[in-house]
């Protein structure tokens, strides 16, 4: 029976249905997500689309967020069936970024893996062919990790040191003391 | 005796016409038949996403309206729910109700350039194009009274919307819902849906079926013209949609036709609705009191609306900064163009250009 609010899978349960079939497929999940090990990851992809009761046939979206340390390519789940969503997360290293392609289980994942390798660097083995997306072949680098440098300055310092909102602020105090002198 | 002939490659595009921007389908051809098909995009990528990293929640806000530039209030409106999300926020019940109309107005005014265009990519030359841009005008005529632009509109705020709206401007949507839309989409019925010239045309022509839409994300009029019942207004109710009475138009055989036939379905659900959030329209601020440079706890949110294109996402993430630490946008025109090859492939030319008139993409959504 369809919910009639999509309802979110805490990661607990999600992860619970992956251990039953595959032990080690799990590196860890909490209440919003679940974390899968990279080396499995394709086997785990393929039962929570198969599996009747996460029937995660629907791949809602997937992006990829640069941790410093890691990156996290992130998929969303969902059942048009059930109506339910849950999300996923594969980690994997900063330098060497690879994750197992899942474009042989959902054509709708060619196009996006195809713009994460462009914007993210993260390589995906298996895919039929990752080429860059949005940029030219011979771009330097990969625009949207932090250390990306392309703007003076990276990401800028000022915005992070913002002082605490207090109340009765207008935001007005933020802008920049005068045009052109760099904040 | 047969011709031999030898596979081509044929550009169509960037500067095409039929590609609704600069959008670039490289066609192999062989005498008519497309053998295969490579597109090339990023002519408009704009860098959104990292750009965004360097503002502040609300200085993000008309990036929305530069995404999908047909489907400004949409845009706006996905991306103040997912920062509300993240924060906590409540919006009045006055500001749904707004948001509401305005969604619902964008979808008319995209449906009809859709639509508009995708005629024009049938062939018919210019004259329908400027039936469905007249009624389109009528639209943005109300957006300026509202809020001074027409296109690039930035109306929504995290909390609720910019201005409420004028005086002159419930009378001017109740002649434009009740009196002279009606009317005009009982034109589009007699001169589009019932017209054979474009049944033949579209018939049959860039044919999804309900596997390949699930297995590919197609979502939007794409996915119920395969016969889907997928509407996220009903199925993941945001605003106050879940207070309102519609119905969603699905197609059968996934076709070209059956998407052109819902979209004008669509538009007249929007006017139902349109209607009941005008009588329901309650009193009240327009807009909760929230700081401008706003720090949502750190964390994440994907919230998600159902824009004219199908699903258009939202991902932020923060880290208690006043800027997003990753911002990530589910274009639906991006991946709805993940069919193309298999829906073109082994069909004619001329069909490719009625498929992709069909698919209704935008480029600057899709490059962001």
């Given at each position: 029976?369809p ?13 619970e249905?992956?251990?039953?079939s595959?032990p080690n497929?799990?590196?860890s999940?909490?209440?919003d997500?679940?974390?899968l090990?990279?080396a499995?990851?394709?086997d ?8 009747e009761?996460?029937d995660?046939k ?7 967020v640069?941790m ?7 998929y969303?789940f969902a059942?048009?069936a ?15 970024a690879?994750?197992?392609?899942i ?11 195809r713009e ?11 895919h039929?062919?990752?080429t ?5 072949e ?11 440098m ?14 605490k ?19 | 005796?047969?011709i031999?002939?030898?596979?081509v490659?044929?550009?169509i595009?960037?500067?095409?016409p ?11 051809i062989d ?5 295969d ?8 990528h ?13 200085q993000?806000?008309?990036?929305t ?7 400004a ?21 006055r500001a749904?109700?707004?948001?509401v ?5 964008q979808?008319?005014a995209?449906?009809?350039m859709?639509t508009?265009?995708?005629?024009n990519?049938c ?12 009624d389109?005008?009528?639209v943005l005529?109300?957006?300026?009274m ?13 909390g609720?919307?910019a201005f ?8 001017a949507l ?5 009196d002279?839309l ?5 034109e589009?019925?007699?001169l ?5 010239i ?5 018939r049959?022509v ?5 596997e ?5 994300s197609l979502?939007?009029?794409i996915?119920?013209?395969?016969g889907?019942v ?22 059968y055989n996934?076709?070209a ?8 379905e ?5 006017l ?15 807009k ?8 949502p706890?750190?964390?994440e949110?994907?919230s998600?609306?159902?824009?004219p ?11 208690g ?17 993940s069919?193309l ?5 082994g ?5 490719a ?8 993409i935008?480029?600057?959504?899709l490059?962001?």
């Amino acid at each position: 029976m369809p919910h009639s609010v999509t309802l979110t899978l805490p990661g607990t349960q999600v992860a619970e249905r992956i251990r039953a079939s595959l032990p080690n497929a799990v590196k860890s999940a909490n209440t919003d997500y679940v974390v899968l090990e990279p080396a499995s990851a394709f086997d785990a992809m393929a039962l929570l689309r198969d599996d009747e009761q996460l029937d995660g046939k629907f791949l809602v979206q997937m992006c990829s967020v640069d941790m410093i340390s890691r990156i996290d390519v992130v998929y969303h789940f969902a059942s048009l069936a059930q109506n339910h969503i849950f999300e996923v997360k594969v980690p994997t290293d900063h330098e060497q970024a690879s994750v197992p392609s899942i474009s042989p289980l959902w054509s709708g994942a060619i196009l996006q893996e195809r713009e994460i390798y462009d914007l993210m660097g993260v390589k995906f083995p298996g895919h039929p062919e990752l080429t860059r997306l949005f940029l030219w072949e011979s771009f330097p680098g990969h625009p949207l990790r932090k250390d990306f440098m392309a703007m003076p300055g990276g990401r800028k310092p000022g915005l992070s040191q913002f002082p605490k909102q207090v109340v009765g602020q207008t935001g007005q105090e933020f802008r920049p003391k005068a045009p052109g002198t760099g904040e | 005796m047969p011709i031999k002939s030898e596979p081509v490659e044929v550009n169509i595009g960037p500067q095409h016409p039929s590609t609704h921007g600069v959008f670039r389908m490289v066609a192999k051809i062989d005498g008519e038949r497309i053998v295969d098909v490579k597109m090339v995009v990023g002519y408009l990528h704009r860098s959104m996403e990292k750009l965004a990293e360097e503002r502040t929640f609300t200085q993000n806000i008309p990036f929305t309206d530069r995404m999908d530039y047909l489907a400004a209030m949409s845009g706006n409106l996905g991306y103040c729910l997912s920062v509300e999300k993240l924060a906590g926020i409540e919006v009045p019940e006055r500001a749904q109700y707004l948001r509401v109309i305005f969604a619902e107005l964008q979808r008319v005014a995209s449906h009809c350039m859709a639509t508009g265009a995708f005629i024009n990519d049938c062939g018919a030359w210019q004259t329908p194009v400027m039936y469905c841009f007249r009624d389109r005008e009528k639209v943005l005529d109300l957006f300026e009274m509202t809020c001074g632009a027409r296109l690039t509109t930035n109306y929504m705020r995290i909390g609720g919307v910019a201005f409420d709206i004028p005086d002159e401007f419930l009378p001017a949507l109740d002649r434009l819902v009740n009196d002279d839309l009606p009317f005009r989409f009982e034109e589009y019925d007699q001169l589009l849906v019932g017209n054979e010239i474009i049944m033949m045309r579209a018939r049959d022509v860039g044919v999804v079926t309900p596997e390949m839409a699930i297995n590919a994300s197609l979502s939007g009029p794409i996915l119920r013209s395969a016969g889907i019942v997928w509407d996220l207004r009903k199925a993941d109710p945001y605003a106050v949609y879940d207070r309102m009475k519609f119905d969603i138009p699905v197609g059968y055989n996934g076709d070209a036709y059956d998407r052109m036939c819902i979209r004008i379905e669509e538009m007249k659900q929007s006017l139902r609705i349109i209607r009941q959030a005008m009588h329901d329209l309650p009193g009240g601020p327009h807009k909760t009191d929230v700081p401008l440079a706003i720090r949502p706890p750190a964390g994440e949110a994907y919230s998600r609306v159902e824009s004219p294109k199908g699903e258009l996402g939202f991902y932020v993430v923060s880290d208690g900064g006043p800027a997003p630490y990753r911002w990530h946008v589910r274009a639906p025109s991006l991946i709805n163009l993940s069919v193309l090859k298999e829906m073109t492939v082994g069909k004619s030319i001329a069909d490719a250009i009625v498929t992709l008139g069909s698919i209704d993409i935008n480029v600057g959504e899709l490059d962001r």
